[in-house]
């Protein structure tokens, strides 16, 4: 099994920035031994958990249009570890933060459904 654990969430002012960091650890083989996908999603209450952003094996990149252009996502495969570099911060970015992961193509990043593992999230909150 592959475990997935975020960190960095926190409370900022609109206009801040966060970065959030999921490490991967356990059964990481399942994802580096050929192509994977993860991702990071976020879900605020009442509403759908909806795509962030997603990366590839190769480094490919893709992002909701919400996010685009304020968040980056990126990793360092040396140490297993996914990163959400988060700035121009507004109110309606506050959520739960998820981090994901599957083996295989990044067919839709932003698709919940093709996502195997999960983390257990970290809280983000923006005041205006």
């Known amino acids: 099994h592959v475990q997935l654990v975020e960190s960095g969430g926190g409370s900022v002012q609109s206009g801040g920035s966060l970065r959030l960091t999921c490490v991967a650890s356990?059964?990481?083989?399942?994802?580096?031994?050929?192509?994977?996908?993860m991702g990071w999603f976020r879900q605020a209450p009442g509403k759908d958990r909806e795509g962030v952003a997603g990366?590839?094996?190769?480094?490919?990149?893709g992002y909701a249009g919400s996010v685009k252009g304020r968040f980056t996502i990126y990793q360092d495969n040396t140490k297993n570890t996914l990163y959400l570099q988060m700035n121009a911060l507004k109110a309606e970015d506050t959520a739960m933060y998820y981090c994901?992961?599957?083996?295989?193509?990044?067919?839709?990043?932003?698709?919940?459904?093709?996502?195997?593992?999960w983390g257990r999230g970290t809280q983000v909150t923006v005041s205006s």
């Open positions: 994901a992961a599957h083996a295989g193509y990044c067919q839709n990043w932003l698709a919940a459904r093709d996502f195997d593992y």
């Open positions: 990366i590839d094996s190769g480094g490919g990149t």
């Open positions: 356990g059964d990481t083989y399942k994802l580096t031994d050929s192509r994977y996908c």
